[in-house]
Nanobody
Framework: QVQLVESGGGLVQAGGSLRLSCVAS????????MGWYRQAPGKQRELLAD???????NYAESVKARFTISRDNAKNTVYLQMNSLKPEDTAVYYC?????????????WGQGTQVTVSS
């Protein structure tokens, strides 16, 4: 029912910036929260940041000073502005959304977008 599509990944030099976008489409009502995860090869998928409809945000300590999450509720879109990128940021970045379905919340994931940071 719900599709999440990420965009904005790619190659960037250390110290550069990227802005990721994720659009949720399909029949839906409440989406709360939306966020971003990443997974590097051989590592566990980790939460980077999420944001509620109210604007309340949550960040991992490792990216709090460099990444900014935002959302447009009317467009069902979440963004991740990534500045001062480091090689250790290289990973597949996944969009995440929790969507209300009748009496419960369901989890939805995008297919991921590759971010590669060169030194």
């Amino acid at each position: 029912q719900v599709q999440l599509v990420e965009s904005g990944g790619g190659l960037v030099q250390a110290g550069g910036s990227l802005r990721l976008s994720c659009v949720a489409s399909g029949a839906m009502s409440s989406i709360n929260p939306m966020g971003w995860y990443r997974q590097a090869p051989g590592k566990q998928r980790e939460l980077l940041a999420d944001i509620r409809t109210s604007g309340t945000t949550n960040y991992a300590e490792s990216v709090k000073a460099r990444f900014t999450i935002s959302r447009d509720n009317a467009k069902n879109t979440v963004y991740l502005q990534m500045n001062s990128l480091k090689p250790e940021d290289t990973a597949v970045y996944y969009c995440y959304a929790k969507v209300w379905v009748f009496w419960r919340w369901d989890d939805y994931w995008g297919q991921g977008t590759q971010v590669t940071v060169s030194s």
